[in-house]
């Protein structure tokens, strides 16, 4: 089964609102990633956060992490059009192996 | 530099007949893993390759997935007597001795 369960399934939102997905895990992790995939397709990774990390940046991202919880958020904040794409969470349970969730298909309307 | 790449971009195939997904990763790069989404799915896991240890075959669905790295490089996924349920994209992806994964555009593949 999936380790990763995003939340939302599904958001869609105006350009310059901020955006909001929440993933939820079920194991310990070295880390937890953000992805993001076009039209199906290959995926871009956007952030890694480490397990004795809470919070992290870069340009309009924002990640958090709740070990405690075992839970983590990604912002977008001022969104545009071009973010519209599906967003997944990876989970970094050893042996360099990824377990993806179930993602989160944003929508950015212009 | 160039990044992992897969061929074909698209297959269509018939139940029953054998495919081979080809992946290139970026060059250097001693890990590679093959996943398969399936539509609007996440990602699954087949398998793993690092550097020239045995591979993590854990992910693979049945007996009919095979993977193999020639040279610590290429990599090639092939699934025999193909089943509709088979239809899916595959990526690839390689990675250094970090964490970040970097993937392929992915083969979409469709069994008839």
């Known amino acids: 089964s999936q380790q990763g369960e995003e939340d939302p399934q599904a958001l869609s939102i105006q350009e310059g609102e901020n955006a909001t997905m929440n993933c939820s895990y079920k194991?310990?992790?070295?880390?937890l990633q953000w992805y993001r995939q076009n039209s199906g397709r290959g995926l871009v990774h956007l952030i890694l956060i480490r397990s004795n990390e809470r919070e992290k940046h870069s340009g309009r991202l924002r990640v958090t992490l709740d070990t405690s919880k075992k839970s983590s958020s990604l912002l977008i904040t001022a969104s545009r059009a071009a973010d519209t794409a599906s967003y997944f969470c990876?989970?970094?349970?050893?042996?360099?192996?990824?377990?993806f969730g179930t993602g989160t298909r944003l929508l950015v309307s212009p | 530099g160039a990044g992992v790449s897969q061929s074909p971009s698209n297959k269509v195939t018939e139940k029953g007949k054998d495919v081979e997904l080809r992946c290139d990763p970026i060059?250097?790069?001693?890990?590679l893993y093959w996943y398969r989404q399936s539509l609007g799915q996440g990602l699954e896991f087949l398998i793993y390759f690092q550097g020239n240890s045995a591979p993590d075959k854990s992910g693979l669905p049945s007996d009919r997935f095979s993977a193999e790295r020639t040279g610590g490089s290429v990599s090639t996924l092939t699934i025999q007597r193909t089943q509709q349920e088979d239809s899916a994209v595959y990526l690839c992806?390689?990675?250094?001795?970090?964490?970040?994964?970097?993937f392929g555009p992915g083969t979409r593949l469709l069994v008839l």
């Open positions: 194991t310990s992790i070295n880390n």
């Open positions: 060059s250097g790069h001693t890990a």
């Open positions: 990876a989970t970094d349970i050893g042996f360099q192996k990824l377990v």
């Open positions: 992806a390689s990675s250094s001795a970090g964490e970040t994964q970097y």
